[in-house]
Each structure stands twice: as C-alpha cells, then as structure tokens.
C-alpha cells in the first residue's frame, strides 16, 4: 500500500462538470465520512465546474445548507498521471511542498453523477493509469448513461421497457419543426409525458408534458443538457427502486427494495423534490408481497447482467397492474453511481438488508481493490 503503514489510500472524486456537480459533493462527503480513519487514508480530489482538479480543502462544505448548493472551489491544482507507474496525482503548484506519499493512491472512489463521470469517461481515464477503482468500466458506465442503449441493451435481455421515442440533435429538431412528433407517435405515447435529456440524471432537464403545446419547450429546455432527448410515455405505478451490490464472487446480490411516495400534490419526484423539498415518504423496505419483492430483485440483478455493470447499481421501476389483473414491473433506468447523500435510497436500501453504511463503503473500496485495474486484467 502506499499510504500510511497499514492504511489504504482512497482518492474520493467529487464534483465535476455535469449538471449533477453539487449532488456529488454531497455524496462524497458521506462516503468519506463512512471511511473509518484508522483503515483509510482520503485523498479529497475535487473537480471543479470547468474541469479543474483539486486537492480539496478539508474545510470545502459538502452539503446543502440552506438550500445553498455545495461547489468544488479553491484548493491546490492537481492533475492524475497517465503513466501507470506515476500511480496517481501529480501536484501541479510548484509551492505546494505535498511530497510524493500524498499524490500516490492505492485505488479511486469516484463518486461523480453524469457527464465526464458517471458516463464512462473518468472510468477510460483511470483504466489508462492503471488504477483500480470503485463501479462499472467504460462500457457499463457509457451504456447506463445513455437511456436509449439502457433501453436497448435491457430489451435485448428480455426485460420490460416503457414506450418511448428518442430524437437526436433535438434543439435543431425543434426549431426546423415545433411539432416534432407525428400523430401516429402522440397517439401512442399518449399523454402525460416525460421529456427528457438521453444522458443526465438526478432529474435535471426533465419536463412532465401534460399538453402537447408544452412539448417543443420542454424538448428544448432537455436539448440545453443533452442534445439527444428521450421522450418517454408515463407508466403508471408504484415508484419502486433496488440496490444491487457485486458478491464475493462477483456476481449481483440484491438489496430489499424501497418504495418512494409522493405527497399529495407532487405530481412527480424531480430534482426539488429530491433534495431541496419534503416531498416524498420512502418506504424501506417497500411494503411488497414475497413475490413482487423476489420479483423486482430478480429483475434489479438481470438488468446488472445485462449491462455488464461492476461493483454496483441502483435500479428503478415502476410497478403497475397489466390489463389481465397481473402485476407490470417496467424498468425505467440504471444507475451505475447512484446518490450516496443522506437521504439516496442505495444506502438506505442496503442498511434495511443489514449492510451499514460503513460496511457499504468497505466492500465497494475491497471488490475494486481485488479487481483490480480492469486495464491490467
């Protein structure tokens, strides 16, 4: 190991550019929080909205205060070093006398949501310094980001999917053509709808459509995230969600599913809702029959297969009633990184199914450091 006898050293990631900057910082501060002090040393690497690298400063805040949203700021310049053997981070402040103990790391917890990290990016960055590090590789990460290859790729496993329509280059759709959709696909899709950006998470650039005379703004305000654009038809049904954690031997284990409830007049969970409003009760564990629960775990694991995910998941579904009276699970997405702030259902899932928190954070920096740097396997 290179840190301090007896410690393993562990580069938490944090911020970057995406959309989703702040939720990341919220996350990593409870994982660093979880990381107990006498196995681990932290690297605290911020990442700034304009891409800037950090070491942190130990006092940088990490979560919402007053609805003020945390950011990546101020702190010594770094950058990772591409060569393998560099194993890490170079200090990039000439008068900044770290020393070189302090830029190497034994593995990287990259706890980044969306673009340049949750989508592959960060992971093809690391696989080319040869260090190992927490979640799924290049293609998982890419493939989960994208809602139309999540689509795809679940569908081609035989599992169930919601009606929905992708529209590419979408801000120059919407002003060569306002109406966008023909009535064949109004028709099927019905409405409401949700419009969403095809790679971004956390529920930003998401417009539910409830007159087709909302929809050209609402494409636009998601083309402002992503120039792909998914429109997808409202599934009725439970909100239901389930963590998925790779085993000792590798393969999915699936956490107790929890149930998320909306308060009356929240008509769906968007990013306020998420972080910034009392708006929801969650359920954990969901109140679910033996089946439903086996049923949806099932499926939570399936939908890790298929996507070839590592380390971790969260999925989410809908759980409605099919026209026969049966039940309809429908998967909506995968989240190969999935929210470690206080309130994100993962932790919550998998402390109902008798991991902890701290014992969560354990097994994700042990199952990367057995692994290994998928680039030298």
């Known amino acids: 190991m290179t840190g301090k006898p007896g410690k393993v050293r562990v580069a938490v990631v944090f911020g970057g550019r995406s959309a989703e900057h702040a939720i990341s910082c919220v996350s990593a501060g409870s994982v660093m929080a979880a990381l107990d002090p006498d196995r681990y040393e932290v690297v605290r690497v911020g990442i700034a909205t304009d891409g800037r690298w950090v070491l942190a400063d130990p006092d940088q805040q990490l979560a919402i205060r007053d609805g003020e949203l945390p950011e990546v700021v101020g702190g010594t310049a770094v950058s990772l070093v591409g060569d393998p053997a560099g194993r890490g981070l170079a200090v990039l402040d000439?008068?900044?006398?770290?020393g070189p103990a302090l830029t190497e790391v034994d593995v990287v917890f990259p706890v980044l949501h969306g673009a340049y990290g949750e989508d592959g990016t960060i992971q093809g960055l690391l696989e080319m310094a040869g260090l190992p590090y927490v979640g799924s590789g290049v293609f998982a990460?890419?493939?989960?980001?994208?809602k139309e290859f999540?689509?795809?790729?679940?569908?081609a496993a035989g599992l169930p999917q919601g009606d929905h329509v992708v529209l590419r280059d979408a801000a120059g759709a919407v002003s060569a053509d306002p109406a966008l959709l023909d009535d064949a696909a109004r028709d099927r899709l019905g409405l409401p709808v949700f419009v969403k950006p095809a790679r971004a998470g956390?529920?930003?650039g998401i417009t539910r459509v409830t007159d087709w005379a909302q929809f050209?703004?609402?494409v636009a305000e998601a083309a402002a995230v992503d120039p792909k654009v998914i429109v997808e038809a409202a599934v009725p049904g439970r909100e239901i969600e389930c963590g998925v954690l790779a085993g000792p031997d590798?393969?999915?284990e699936a956490s107790l599913p929890a149930e998320i409830r909306l308060h009356p007049g929240i008509e769906w969970y968007d990013f306020s809702a998420k972080y910034l409003d009392d708006a929801a009760?969650?359920?954990?564990?969901?109140?679910?029959?033996?089946?439903?629960?086996?049923?949806?775990?099932?499926?939570?694991?399936?939908a890790y297969l298929a996507l070839d995910c590592q380390g971790l998941a969260r999925v989410d579904f809908f759980l409605g009633t099919a026209p026969d009276g049966s039940d309809r699970l429908v998967i909506n997405e995968v989240n190969t990184m999935p929210g470690f702030t206080p309130i994100s259902m993962f932790a919550r899932m998998w402390s109902a199914s008798g991991v902890t928190f701290a014992e969560l954070v354990d097994r994700l920096v042990a199952g990367a450091l057995n692994g290994g740097s998928r680039a030298a396997q």
């Not at 999540?150 to 569908?155: D, H, P, W």
């Not at 009760?281 to 399936?302: G, K, S």
């Open 202 to 204: 956390s529920s930003i």
């Open 281 to 302: 009760d969650f359920d954990i564990p969901a109140v679910l029959t033996e089946e439903q629960t086996a049923t949806v775990q099932e499926a939570a694991r399936r």
């Open 94 to 98: 000439p008068g900044a006398a770290m």
């Open 250 to 252: 590798g393969m999915p």
């Open 150 to 155: 999540t689509k795809k790729l679940l569908a």
């Open 216 to 218: 050209p703004a609402a």
């Open 141 to 146: 990460s890419a493939a989960s980001m994208d």
